[in-house]
């Protein structure tokens, strides 16, 4: 019998236990023994729900009950899961967390705990939500030298930007709808600011890389800018607009940002749409692979967190997770960086032209019928740096969305 | 220092030295000590080529070198790969292989020779390339009760089918084209035929239902009757024509088969073109989850090979393959699956909708402006029993493809 606890029985620690109870044959099975909830913490009580006889207040019971070989930690927030995690592994319990935050924030430090007491700090719900793509990285993509990881990584921009795609309806409209049906929270910034997606690169690019990825070194930009014009754009060249969160070697040099790009059919994440996520990992020998799947909700979360406790089960005296070094990955600045840069003009096409030509070299201009008083191109590769001091040079840019094709 | 032996200086063969020896730091830190190549075996001599100081013609000599832990069978076929590989586990050597023949036909007993040495018998390349599908299943996708998993598994006719699409040919056009740039074999029958797919998605389907899925028992329809009119119907639906493998869970009864479908962009394999593979897998808690990359190649197999001999040097006492129960799958009639059905009909669509209507019920049928003397329409969802006695009445058809969407 293995004991587990679970931390927080929120939206995916009662999909934990949902997921437990639903296969529990086939997880026992999987295990080689059987597996049980015997606590579960939270502040709250659930009267009318059966879990109520196992709700503990005080996280010392768990920690004190050397029954309890598992933690499961699925509140949220670094404080004060990062106390009760640390204590957890100290005390010599392996612990399986879906949190981003305290992955992003404190990983190293739990991950060589764990090392040490020859135990096991499991994440794989942290990132992609219930798509593998931790286990892949640390088990799977084993002989590639990783060159680039780049992801949809969070479901509630992804939906947005599907959704004004599809309908051409304005962000503003589209969120608030998001809100109505529980897609997105009331104070969306997380989301839609590019935090989430952030922290989950940060996390990411730590395993393929080796070294430990600030989540704060990240450049980040998220998607209020982005406008239904903006998408009418991209249509026009076949394209599509995600939030793109990416780390990339370029000549030895590492670069992370998560922002607004436009991206073609050729990128499989193009067909990435709705809440869904995709994370594409390129190696020195196997070339693009992509993982996707369902990037959140209850179910899918829960499904990847116990797939980590059936995991740490197997392997109750071995560490399994290599993870990274705690000396930092020293992130190149994005102005080094090349790309192309969509870029939307206010003004007449004919009268702009030959001085855009001039400034930036040859570009790929459209005028869209529908859209009155400006027109749009799209500059060759060049530097970011580059691209910001010819910008400098008009006072009738209207945005700028980085371009990938 | 780990040594290992190459069985078959193929292109896969090749592929293997050459992925250890461009990732070969890297690869030795994954482990924790060195890996050396001590031998290759091939018939062949390879006077230009710095392999050659390793060559062995006789298996002998790697069979009975204590010094050599792990063998990599890259040879293909049956025999002599079988003889060579079990006589390796029963010698206590690790086999990593990307022979889809072998693992399909003798998988179940070399996995439990394996199992009882405490040593293993690994094979992420026999599935998808480079795409990491046998370990996540293994070690990833724990927490769920597989209920489908359908694949993309064929490069070749994946390739034929999608440039059918995107340029209007015949298949006999294309599939020329293909062998000239190498895609395609000149004896193409495993590819267009489904063998190749057939065999995979039997050791796909044995991992996630953990029971022998016998390939002999899979329904298999291949490519060849496929026509440039088949494709020009399934754009005007929105759709795709793909040859899918798949085995799925319907009422406690498991179907397998290998054939064309049309689907259409509700399904992430849509967007999976050219010479790659996508494999979707259903579980009943996590919802759809899709791994896609390159299903063949030289270097995409070989880096699957050797995440295999990371995988075999890391647990070099430890059996870390689950396998599957050498009891039989039972897999049901295809004749009781149900599914749309998209059908071709010579003659008027006004003549005889009224009789397809009153045979099969509600149908969404179209005619295109540039085929002439015949219609298409798609069934509602029957059973293909039912589709076949249906059919039976009439003598006008052309053509059958299944649905789903």
Known sequence: MIQIAVLGYGTVGSGVVEVINTNHELINKKIGEEI??????????????????????????????????????????????????????????????????????HGVELLEIARQKNINFLFEASCGGGIPIIRPLNTSLTADEIEEITGILNGTTNYILSKMAADGSDLEVVLKEAQEKGYAERNPSADVDGWDACRKIAILSSIAFGHHVDYQDIYTEGIMKITSTDIRYAKA????????????????????????????????????????????????????????????????????????????????????????????????????LENRFFVRMSGSFTENLSRVEEVFGQVDAKVLAEVNGEFGFITEKMKEAEYLEKAAEFNNILGMIRVRF
């Open 237 to 336: 060249w076949g394209a599509n607009i995600k939030l793109l969160a990416s780390c990339r070697k370029v000549e030895n040099q590492y670069y992370a940002m998560v922002t607004p790009v436009m991206i073609n059919s050729n990128s499989p994440l193009y067909s990435v749409n709705e809440v869904y996520n995709g994370i594409l990992v390129h190696g020195n020998v196997l070339g693009d692979t992509m993982f996707y799947g369902s990037g959140a909700g209850k179910l899918p979360t829960a499904s990847a967190v116990v797939s980590d406790v059936i995991d740490a089960a197997k392997h109750q005296d071995t560490n399994v997770m290599s993870g990274w070094s705690s000396q930092k990955l020293e992130l190149g600045k994005i102005s080094d």
């Open 36 to 105: 049980q909830v015997k606590y579960v913490l939270d502040l709250r009580d659930f009267p009318e729900d059966p879990i109520q006889e196992k709700i503990v207040h005080d996280f010392q019971v768990i920690l004190q009950d050397p029954e309890v070989k598992i933690v499961v930690e699925v509140m949220g927030g670094t404080e004060p899961a990062y106390t009760f995690v640390k204590q957890a592994l100290e005390q010599g319990k392996s612990v399986c967390t879906s949190n981003k935050e305290l992955v992003a924030k």
